[in-house]
């Protein structure tokens, strides 16, 4: 998922400064795109990748430049040769690669923790930073209209657009020029929600490779002995309770994605009641298609409604069930094709 995540941590967790950097431009193809994040700290400790270890040493060390001198700026490396003298060492990446090395001081900190709070809250920020003057602070705004980083400009009005415009978890982060200035622009999304209804023996599985993927996983069940951290405990929230008590405060939403698992037949069809008329990113229902049909009065599930979930890869136990639902959240998440029935 979204790299953003374990360095912001990173970066709230840091005792001193430290340096993002970050990857804003990439011309051919390289191992990561734009948005690409990584934190280094005055130490020399990292939290996360820009490459598959081609180039991190060397950005590492450039970083601590930049912390001296408090100053932001761009290196790039070429990776397009496959002589073991290049930055690629031979990987043919076929990419130029630029970063941005952005220092977090005591006095920019509080807006980057900002940003935290605000994907912690489930909200969209959008971010642009010059980088013809490293001098400028960025610029950012939450889907619920709060400003920070201290850009002493107004915004420009294209930068609304991309915020409010922007479907879930889509929207280009990249370079783009103006007519005076040069930016950096990137959309922060909040982790995507999966909120797994049935926390049976095959639910711990599902939830690990779903928050390994980057999902913030919801697990709901009416029998407290399942629902609880020692059953499933890579968890992040446990709502225990019928459908009818459980569905009003989970607050779903068009972002949200729901995995009905309870096998149980009235279980899921009182459920389906309760989930059939609320917008979502996602619903989908273990079991075949005819026993998911049989859930809804006309007999047959509406289009929107994924049975059976997960991709065909050939799955058979509940850890390769598990990917092949992880695979399917994925690609619905990214607007990759799907089919809606199988």
């Known amino acids: 998922m979204e790299s953003y995540y374990a360095v912001l941590d990173a970066m709230a967790a840091a005792p001193g400064d430290g340096v ?3 990857i804003i ?22 939290t996360g990748l820009l490459s598959g270890g081609c180039f991190e040493e060397a950005v590492a060390a ?3 430049d930049v912390l001296s001198n408090r100053q932001a700026t761009s290196i790039s490396f070429d990776l397009r040769a496959e002589d073991d003298w290049s930055w690629g060492q031979g990987a043919g990446c076929n990419g130029l690669v630029r970063i941005w090395l952005e220092p977090v001081t005591s006095n920019t900190k509080p807006d980057w923790l900002a940003l935290k709070r605000c994907l912690d809250h489930g909200e969209h ?7 013809t003057d490293p001098r400028e602070q960025p610029f950012f705004q939450s889907e619920t209209g709060e400003r920070f980083g201290g850009y002493s400009s107004p915004p420009r009005p294209e930068w609304l657009k991309e915020l ?23 959309h922060f999304w909040p982790k995507p929600r999966l909120t797994i209804f049935g926390a049976g023996p095959d639910a711990p599985p599902l939830v690990s490779a779903a928050k390994a ?5 919801t697990v709901s069940d009416w029998r407290p002995a399942f629902c609880q951290p020692s059953h499933v405990p890579d968890a992040d929230a446990w709502v ?28 899921d069809r009182e459920l389906m009641r309760w989930l059939a008329d609320i917008p979502l990113a996602y619903l ?18 509406p289009p929107f409604v994924r049975s059976p979930i997960g991709l065909p890869i050939g799955a058979r136990s509940p850890h390769e069930i598990a990917i092949s639902i992880t695979a399917e959240l994925i690609n619905v998440l990214r607007g990759g094709p799907m089919e809606t029935a199988r």
């Open 240 to 267: 225990v309770g019928f459908p009818h008590e459980t569905i009003p405060k989970l607050h779903l939403t068009e972002r949200d994605f729901v995995v009905i698992m309870t096998h149980q037949f009235e279980r």
């Open 62 to 64: 450039h970083a601590l």
């Open 25 to 46: 431009d990439v011309e051919g193809s390289a191992y990561q795109k734009e948005g690409t994040w990584m934190w280094i700290e005055a130490s020399g400790k990292t």
């Open 164 to 186: 409010h415009g922007t479907p879930f978890f889509r929207g280009r982060n990249g370079v783009y020029e103006t007519e005076e200035d040069t930016f950096f622009i990137q």
């Open 125 to 131: 920020v959008f971010m642009a930073r010059s980088i």
């Open 284 to 301: 989908g229902v273990l079991g075949p298609r005819r026993r998911t049909d049989r859930l809804f009065p006309s007999g047959t599930a």
């Open 213 to 217: 993927a980057g999902f913030s996983v």
């Open 20 to 22: 993002f950097a970050i």
